[in-house]
């Protein structure tokens, strides 16, 4: 038997599919990628994407991997499939979708969901939850399919998370990795494992039947079966295993596995996710704690909603010039930008930008704004202030949860496409005023799914060997001391006051124009 020098990730986001072969020192032998349709909206606030869609480009990147590749095949240990969170699709016994994948980005709610049964608001109440259940079932895409699509409610056999659909195609198993589990799902966070009161899936617009079993980040869930090979151009009979979430994959990717390492991702969303061996629970939904990619322990998550996707929308909105300029140079579009800001000075000439895209778990109100103009500025300086108020806002999330934990950051590692930006990376060091290391490869979401299967399909015997062999820093930005100073009378004296004064306009816009809705 050949030795196992080499693994697969399938890292499956909201914008693309790529399909990485890593080696056991963590480098990129080969890679292959295409974009996701857009994501649709048939109604204002909707957002769907078609799961044939994920199915075809996954197809796509696989058969142009193995075209790629020359290692031998048997060198091969396994898959790691990593996923966008919190996306679903109901799909029959046969795993055949039965309607487009309601996604994470989808803000559509339920007017008037069904009163709860006495005995279930007992039971809440006594858990301390009522506030937290009546949110889940305004907000639960589930509740809505039943209520909404009862012919599609009604034909459902499970509810699957694109991680687990993806394992059905490739093994024809009903499996998922419980890393994978975030948000709006009834499970046990704290057990890791969906929860044991029927009622509690009830209040979700569920039935315990509907859920897939759950499996720890490093299990192997199955073989490519032969007919699934013949669709990816895998091999038949390897090893999937499904590791976490993407975010928590990147923590994994990132080697952040203590205390003490903050991992921004600038991805769709930006977060900063921080590894813990303890549940801990924020009633008030600051900040969340998640199951990682690490068997048995969670990650605590900053989340900004749709943080990064400004970025992206600046640049389809304004950044056309810089978008050619970079096509004509054979660039990234981010590369062109950091040109363009590298001598705007921190503060970006007096612009002050609040990142809330969307309205917030914790404020149903928030909405983004811009203070500060003048005539100095340019789009440029517009492109700086989103990149600073991204830093603002990770870093007071921050401190609310290190006044809950006394656990204070010593380093900060960063991942996802906005990493290629050496100015976004040294604007989080001067904000936080902590060393910021750029990972070694971009693409250190597929390789914490890659660590989950190098581990689970026994290519590595721990995750500290795997850890220790695969992840490497690159680049490491010190914090300019000069630019902290500015940055810091910025935070305390402006942006940690920006959300209350306008918060009250925040209200009166809402109540005028009906967004966001009650």
């Known amino acids: 038997m050949a030795d196992k020098n080499y693994v697969i990730a399938l890292d499956s986001g909201t914008q693309s599919v790529r399909a990485v072969l890593f080696d056991r020192a963590g480098g990129v032998v080969a890679l292959a990628q295409a974009p996701h349709e857009p994501y649709f909206s048939v109604n204002p606030g909707w957002a769907e994407q078609s799961p044939d869609d994920y199915w075809s480009k996954l197809c796509r990147v696989t058969n142009e991997l193995m075209k790629k590749i020359t290692v031998d095949p048997r060198e091969i240990a396994g898959i790691g499939i990593t996923t966008q969170r919190g996306t679903f699709v109901p799909v029959d016994r046969q795993g055949t979708a039965l309607r487009p994948a309601i996604i994470w980005l989808d803000e559509r709610i339920n007017e008037n969901p069904p009163p709860l049964s006495m005995a279930a608001r007992a039971v809440f109440a006594i858990a301390g939850q009522s506030s937290a259940i009546e949110y889940v079932r305004k907000h639960s895409k589930f509740l809505w399919v039943k209520n909404n699509e009862p012919g599609v409610y009604a034909k459902a056999y499970k509810f699957m998370q694109i991680s687990g659909w993806f394992v059905q195609r490739l093994t024809g198993e009903f499996k998922d990795s419980v890393g994978m589990v975030t948000g709006l799902w009834p499970l046990d966070y704290k057990k890791l494992e969906w929860h044991a009161l029927r009622l509690a899936h009830n209040a979700f617009g569920l039935e315990p039947e509907h859920m897939v079993d759950l499996f720890p980040p490093d299990t192997v869930l199955g073989r490519v079966t032969a007919a699934a090979s013949a669709e990816t151009g ?20 990132a080697g952040a596995i203590e205390p003490g390492i903050g991992v921004i991702s600038y991805g769709t969303a930006t977060c900063m996710e921080i590894f813990t061996r303890k549940y801990l629970n924020d009633r008030a939904l600051r900040f969340f704690t998640w199951p990682a990619a690490l068997p048995g322990t969670w990650d605590i998550e900053l989340f900004i909603h749709r943080g990064f996707w400004m970025v992206t929308w600046f640049k389809e909105e304004f950044g056309h010039r810089e978008g050619i300029e970079a096509e004509k140079r054979g660039i990234a579009p981010e590369a062109v930008f950091d040109e363009r800001v590298r001598d705007i000075p921190p503060g970006s000439m007096g612009l002050m930008l609040q990142p809330y895209w969307s309205p917030m778990v914790s404020n149903k109100y928030a909405k983004g704004s811009i203070i500060g103009f003048g005539d100095v500025h340019t789009r440029a300086h517009i492109y700086r202030a989103i990149l600073e108020g991204l830093g603002y806002e990770l870093r007071r999330l921050y401190e609310i949860y290190q006044a809950r934990t006394g656990v204070t950051l010593k380093e900060l590692r960063v991942g996802g496409g906005g990493s290629k930006s050496d100015v ?61 100073r500015v940055y810091e009378d910025l935070y305390q004296g402006v942006y940690l006051k920006t959300y209350g004064a306008l918060e009250p306009l925040y209200r009166k816009i809402a109540a005028a124009t009906g967004y966001p809705p009650e």
Do not use: W, Y
């Open 424 to 484: 976004a990376v040294q604007i989080a060091a001067d904000i936080f005023n902590l060393p910021a290391a750029r990972m070694a490869t971009h693409e250190i979401c597929g390789l914490g799914a890659a660590i989950d299967a190098a581990v689970g399909t026994g290519m590595f015997p721990s995750f500290d060997e795997a850890v220790a062999s695969m992840v490497k820093k690159g680049r490491v930005f010190e914090p300019d001391p000069a630019s902290h």
């Open 234 to 253: 895998l091999p038949a009979g390897l090893p999937v295993v499904v590791g976490a979430g993407d975010k928590q994959s990147e923590v994994l990717g």
